[in-house]
């Protein structure tokens, strides 16, 4: 019987734990697919976690989460580092890699964890305007660019491309009468 009252991933090694990965089912659909997976994590005291994942687009996403016991929320995005591994190897082959740029809109596509270093001011809002005006001339919202760009929320990006647009990098967003 489990003592405590949450899970908790940050007090465990990896090697205490397991981690296996099945195909659940997959979609055919207009020449793409859609596949989920099942993953779990458990542990030789009983812990355990279970995921389902779905592979859509070039992207995966974790659909349902269930663990006995409960996931703090601190566990639940420190989960992410303990299946990470074994669902890429699984679902690799439906995933475009977001460094090839043959694939129109893979380097937009790809999502990003960890928030990359990204300079302040002058600098910072030159880098924006530039990832903002790439994303137009190739199709692709720009807003969902500067967001992949710097790894802040829609919010914070749209302040940044504020910023940009104050300081004469971008066009004004109205034409003023």
């Excluded at 663990?67 to 580092?81: F, I, K, T, V």
Aim: negative net charge.
């Amino acid at each position: 019987m489990l003592e405590a009252s949450f899970l908790n991933l940050s007090d465990r090694h990896w090697q205490d734990g397991a981690v296996s990965v099945w195909p659940a089912w997959e979609v055919q659909e207009g020449g793409g697919a859609t596949a989920w997976f099942n993953a779990r994590l458990s542990f030789p005291d009983g812990a355990r976690v279970e995921v389902l994942a779905v592979v859509a687009g070039g992207r995966l996403s974790l659909e349902d989460v269930r663990a006995q016991p409960p996931l703090s929320l601190d566990d639940l995005a420190e989960l992410a580092d303990w299946i990470e591994g074994p669902l890429f190897e699984a679902c690799g082959a439906m995933l475009p890699d977001p460094v090839e740029d043959s694939v129109p809109g893979a380097r937009y596509a790809a999502a990003r964890r960890a928030r990359p270093a990204w300079p302040r001011g002058t600098e910072g809002r030159r880098l924006v305007a530039e990832e903002y005006l790439t994303a137009q001339r190739e199709g692709f919202d720009p807003v969902l660019a500067v967001m992949c760009a710097t790894g802040h929320s829609r919010r914070k990006s749209l302040r940044l491309i504020a910023g940009a647009r104050d300081a004469g990098l971008l066009s004004p967003r109205h034409a003023r009468r």
